[in-house]
């Protein structure tokens, strides 16, 4: 049994115990790495510069959500922080599918985020999935914060044989720009965040353009905001870190990371119960994890269904008559398919949140989105 401690050779042997083999069940959960000791074990190093410690935990079940056309997912990896006492990150990798649901592929507890371990990671990964499956991993979207280690990583690794793209997580995007514009007046700060919700609304690569060059040329024509447009257009529009748009993915595909994150959110509330846990625990609990999400049921969607927010805004909606069908010119019919409903939508009232210092839809709050959401209804 393994104790509440951080004794780096029982972890080993209990990492070394727990070993991929090849004989596990579907849904037993072992151990795995891309590097090897001198007598043919997983290496477990100690978590320094030199021995940095990458361990990975996963099922076959779990490798298997892969098996499927690589443009039905998007492949997520997101490291999350604060799960145990040495401060080491736990990666997160899963698939995302067309409801934007989260689906779990592997954990890993690396000592550092640096390029060699997101590295280290990947090739794990990959190599154990043709060894389980018999089949080579290929990905076409992938999707991670801007962050150079991690895009390089998956260049080193999928780039030789995939024609994949790099998707921005736009929450990251925006939690960047909140901080380079909390200088600005309140309008010029809507202003720009409205502009930059346009152009990541885009539906195509021209719209996009033409967008972005309206939108610039507004900003460097403007003393407040001069600045910011160099630093925007230097940052988010050129380099590795450019595709945040909508029109780079299938309709309903997530555009940000809060799939893998709605996910973190679980693994601290059900299995460190968002405590810092001693290493020895936090492996167990992870493998327990990887165990449990093997057993689940929830299946791995290809059709788009509304969110249950969806459903309940479009009844509030109609409720008020503000949603409604409507007949359009009779060319627009004949040259669309006769099945397709058209809707007309006004946007609701706001009412002001003096605790908030700002206003919010006036309709039931369960049916209530982010004004710069819901406005892309009308």
């Known amino acids: 049994m393994l104790m509440n401690h951080d004794k780096r050779k029982d972890i080993t042997e209990f990492i070394h115990k727990h070993e991929f083999s090849g004989h596990e069940n579907d849904t037993t959960p072992f151990t795995f790495s ?21 361990v990975g935990m996963t099922t076959k079940r779990l490798l298997f ?16 922080f604060k799960l145990n006492q040495v401060d080491y990150p736990v990666v997160v990798c899963g698939i995302s599918d067309r409801c934007r649901s989260f689906h779990l592929v592997a954990l890993f507890i690396s000592s550092q985020r640096t390029e060699c371990q997101y590295v280290e990671c990947l090739k794990a990964l990959r ?42 997580c736009f929450y990251h995007l925006v939690a960047k720009i909140v901080g380079r514009t909390k200088g600005m007046s309140e309008a010029t700060n809507d202003r720009v965040f409205r502009d930059i ?48 748009q909508c029109f780079h993915t299938a309709g309903a595909i997530a555009t940000t990371n809060n799939p893998v994150e709605q ?7 059900d299995y460190t119960l968002r405590q810092r846990l001693k290493m020895g625990t936090l492996m167990k609990q992870l493998l327990s994890c990887c165990h449990n999400e093997s057993s689940s049921e929830r299946g791995f969607r290809l059709q788009v269904e509304p969110s249950s927010t969806i459903k309940r805004r479009r009844k ?35 009412v002001p949140v003096a605790a908030r210092h700002k206003t919010e839809d006036g309709i039931a709050v369960s049916a209530q989105m982010e004004l710069n959401y819901a406005r892309m209804e009308v």
Request: glycine share 4%; aromatic share 12%.
């Open 316 to 350: 509030e909606l109609v409720k008020l008559k503000l949603l409604g069908e409507v007949i359009p010119p009779s060319a627009v019919v004949e040259a669309v398919n006769s099945n397709i409903m058209f809707a007309a939508s006004s946007r609701p009232p706001r």
């Open 127 to 168: 190599n154990l999935y043709a060894r389980v499956t018999g089949k080579l991993l290929v990905v076409s979207t992938v999707m991670g914060d801007a962050d150079k280690a991690q895009f390089n990583a998956f260049t080193i690794v999928f780039g030789p044989d995939n024609n994949y793209i790099y998707l921005m």
């Open 197 to 244: 919700y346009n152009i990541h609304f885009s539906r195509t690569m021209l719209a996009c353009v033409e967008l972005v060059q309206v939108s610039t040329t507004a900003w460097r024509s403007d003393p407040e905001t001069k600045e910011f447009a160099e630093y925007f257009v230097t940052q988010w529009l050129k380099g590795e870190f450019v595709r945040w």
């Open 65 to 80: 959500r892969m098996d499927r056309p690589s443009n039905s997912f998007i492949l997520h990896l997101d490291a999350t």
């Open 263 to 269: 996910f973190n959110k679980k693994l601290k509330r």
């Open 34 to 54: 891309w590097t090897r000791d001198e007598y043919g074990n997983m290496f477990v190093g100690n978590g320094s510069d030199e021995k940095p410690l990458v």
